[in-house]
């Protein structure tokens, strides 16, 4: 029975960070053009867009329920509205400022805590492995959107993440009310009538309240310590200036 942090999982792990290091280093050395580099974002967008398809149409079969075609959690929709964004958009579009996060946060604790893993005997079950690529691929398509500068974070810009991810409670609440599941307890959307972990605090607002925080931290701390780093080597180099002067 494949575990968190069994062999298996340690194994997948091992393949994906390796990968994923080498085709970025390759795609930074080599994608110099604007055209290279696109192609580089929209096939790995296509191919999380297949990922996210492929898991859903397994979840439908083996729930035999097709209203579970539709992602109903944070990391489902975020797959699937980062891929659609990513092949309609261009560089710098607000959506992706909200998608990249949800993306790269969504994707890291999944890929550590594959709580879903454990659900068959074979870790080639469909569910299990199409959960983990789309994950995988989402948090791989948030860092080569930030390495490559297709997403450029900014303070100006923080906005969008808090506007995304109302959008994405208000799409859980039309879940919940079109399929008339809102007192079904065997069924939630965007985890609106129960914590992400069971028997813990973290309701979707906790949850949301910590992302944002983390996601302005993360924002001031891109933007100044570049600058801090730039002023610390130019108050050196005068300095240093000054001495040969001397």
């Known amino acids: 029975m494949p575990e968190i942090f069994g062999w298996q999982h340690i194994v997948y792990l091992v393949i994906f960070v390796v990968l994923s290091a080498v085709s970025i280093i390759l795609i930074k050395k080599y994608c110099k053009t604007e055209r290279a580099l696109l192609m580089s974002i929209k096939s790995t967008a296509a191919l999380l867009l297949a990922f996210i398809i492929w898991n859903r149409i397994c979840i439908v079969i083996s729930n035999e329920d097709c209203f579970m075609l539709l992602p109903n959690t944070f990391c489902g929709i975020t797959s699937f509205a980062f891929a659609v964004c990513a092949l309609a958009f261009g560089r710098d579009n607000p959506t992706l400022h909200c998608l990249i996060y949800c993306g790269f946060v969504g994707g890291l604790i999944t890929m550590i805590y594959p709580d879903f893993i454990s659900q068959n005997q074979s870790f080639f079950y469909p569910n299990t492995i199409s959960g983990l690529l789309h994950h995988s691929v989402s948090l791989y398509l948030s860092v080569l959107m930030l390495i490559t500068g297709w997403v450029k974070p900014a303070l100006n ?13 208000v799409y859980g609440v039309l879940l919940l009310s079109i399929s008339g599941r809102m007192t079904d307890d065997g069924y939630d959307a965007m985890y609106i009538k129960h914590p992400l972990l069971e028997g813990t605090p973290l ?29 610390r080597r130019i108050t ?3 300095d240093n200036y000054t001495d040969t002067a001397d």
């Open 157 to 169: 810009k923080w906005k969008y993440f808090p506007i995304g991810m109302a959008f994405m409670m």
């Open 236 to 238: 050196k180099a005068a």
């Open 203 to 231: 309701t979707w607002y906790v949850v949301g309240a910590l992302m944002l925080i983390l996601h302005i931290t993360f924002l001031l701390c891109w933007t100044y310590i570049p600058k801090f780093i730039e002023k």
